[in-house]
């Protein structure tokens, strides 16, 4: 397998794994407006409850369950008690919501020290794969995997139920969808309770791809996440995954050749987008 | 007799500005109560109120018997009012298909049989079934939003300015459309347009600067033209 090969799938699977912290949070900014600062330190929280439970089992997968579990019951509590009073007032979500990440990030470094924490691979996923001829990481392989299934599902959801049909018309008119009957706010609510499990569920999934967590992984993933939902149009889920592809395999490539200005680069591609097209690759103009 | 909506004396505020300051409406089952006025009289705000989208915060709004001021918009629209907003509140990336499944309430026999009575009226709608809404014409964004208001088992409707920015003709077969949901719903019109106004309605309030100055009947209005004149801007 040729080098750039080998970078380009890599950099799919770093885009898997961001897609799944960026759909969650294009689809709660895309449909009630809230830009949730702290949907990095679920990300993270989810990171930390699925080490911790895949250390007393010894299960990956029941690891992967709780830590989703954890950001599901974050993301239900956050939006019911803090989110709710603030949804006209945006100033007041970004202050609420870095405050709530705050808190969450030192509340993580409180439970479990602020020192790096080695993640493994769970057994079934160790190892290396014949592709074109040179070894390739099963774990990276199946990073892709669950991007894709991640991205059917939330594709089916979208477009095949009412559900779906409730989420996508309420990103355009929250307020229509409301006069036919329908209690948004409730969708609302779950749609951030389903956004902050998504993070969570990958942040288990980054702790054996990186090797380890630590509580700043959190912020650092969430700011590729902001710059994915810019890129690809906030509220579209394709975009979303279209941003995370650009914006992993990007990192990937440049992390390789000039590693000082990988971050630089995403930050600069979402500058280009503004200016050519500010709502997005798939977003629609509000 | 029974009404079915009655406004008594709302009060109603757009941040800080005291839009509705006094407007007060009764409408009888089985007709078409038009409500006109000049621009920025309190037409759109008086639907919004009734849908609980601009709450009034005084005065009280019955649906038949019952109160509604103070309820969730969708709990009011659960309640059997259907809205047709100004601006069609038509879901762009969503098709006429999903446009209408999303807002049927059940899927039963009575809602079906809506279904193909509306598509009946509008055939339009049948031919454009998996276009998105975005890619209408405003004729036919105009249809997919009266049509959406009617499949549910409504018993009121609250259409907002349905001749605004369409062609003559355009405004014909709405009107037409009307006449025709006017034999099985209680309709409740806000029109600038008072030519197509005149057509379709029974019952007229007048509104001027949020208050309600004048209430009648649609043969009263069209023969009074001081009236006219006077709150509506028609020259004679």
Not at chain 1, 145 to 167: E, F, Q
Not at chain 2, 50 to 69: H, R, Y
Request: aromatic residues 8%; neutral net charge.
């Amino acid at each position: 397998m040729s080098l750039t090969l080998n970078l380009l799938l890599n950099g799919v699977a770093l885009g898997a794994l961001i897609f799944l912290i960026a759909v969650g949070l294009s689809l709660i900014f895309g449909l009630m407006g809230v830009m949730n600062f702290a949907h990095g330190a679920i990300f993270i929280w989810g990171a930390y409850v699925g080490w911790a439970v895949f250390g007393a089992t010894g299960s990956f997968w029941l690891g992967a369950l709780a830590g989703t579990v954890a950001g599901l019951i974050i993301g239900f509590l956050m939006e019911r008690f803090f989110i709710r009073p603030f949804y006209s007032n945006h100033i007041g979500q970004i202050l609420l919501t870095l405050g709530l990440m705050i808190v969450l990030i030192e509340a993580l470094k409180l439970l479990f020290g602020p020192n790096i924490l080695g993640f493994d691979k769970p057994e079934s996923l160790t190892g290396v794969i014949t592709v074109l001829d040179d070894p390739f990481p099963i774990y990276r392989l199946f990073l892709i995997g669950i991007g894709l299934l991640v991205l059917l599902c939330t594709h089916y959801l979208l477009t095949r139920t009412k559900t779906g049909m409730i989420i996508r018309a309420g990103v355009q008119d929250p307020e229509m969808v409301q006069a036919l009957g329908i209690n948004v706010r409730r969708v609302f609510s779950w749609v951030f309770a389903a956004g902050a499990a998504l993070a969570a569920f990958g942040g288990v999934m980054s702790g054996p791809s990186f090797g380890s967590i630590h509580p700043e992984l959190g912020m650092l993933n969430q700011l590729n996440a902001f710059i994915v939902i810019v890129i690809g149009g906030i509220g579209n889920h394709v975009g979303a995954a279209l941003g995370a592809l650009l914006v992993g395999i990007m990192q990937t490539f440049m992390g390789y050749y000039v590693p000082d200005v990988a971050l630089a680069v995403n930050v600069a591609l979402m500058a280009l987008v503004l200016i050519v097209r500010p709502q997005g690759i798939f977003g629609a103009r509000r | 007799m029974t009404m079915l909506l009655k406004v008594e004396n709302i009060q109603t505020y757009i941040g800080q500005f005291h839009i509705l300051q006094g407007v007060s409406l009764e409408v009888q089952p089985g007709r078409v109560t038009v409500i006109l006025g000049r621009n920025g009289a309190g037409k759109t705000t008086t639907l919004r109120s009734i849908m609980g989208l601009t709450p009034a915060q005084q005065g009280k709004i019955l649906f038949g018997e019952e109160e509604i001021q103070g309820l969730a918009p969708h709990v009011i629209a659960q309640k059997g009012i259907g809205y047709v907003p100004e601006d069609q509140g038509i879901f762009r990336d969503l098709t006429v298909e999903e446009n209408i499944r999303l807002s049927m309430r059940r899927n039963d026999e009575g809602t079906q049989e809506r279904l193909a009575f509306v598509l009946e009226l509008f055939p339009d709608l049948k031919i454009a079934w998996k276009r998105k809404g975005g890619n209408l014409s405003g004729g036919q964004k105009q249809m997919l939003s009266i049509a959406r208001a009617f499949v549910n088992d409504n018993r009121l409707l609250l259409i907002d300015e349905p001749s605004k920015g369409l062609a003559p003709i355009v405004v014909e077969k709405v009107m037409e459309s009307i006449l025709e949901l006017k034999k099985r719903t209680t309709i409740v019109l806000v029109e600038q347009n008072f030519l197509m106004a005149s057509g379709v309605g029974d019952d007229v309030f007048i509104l001027d600067d949020g208050h309600t100055v004048y209430r009648g009947g649609m043969s009263d209005v069209k023969t009074d033209d001081d009236l006219k004149r006077k709150y509506l801007g028609i020259a004679i």
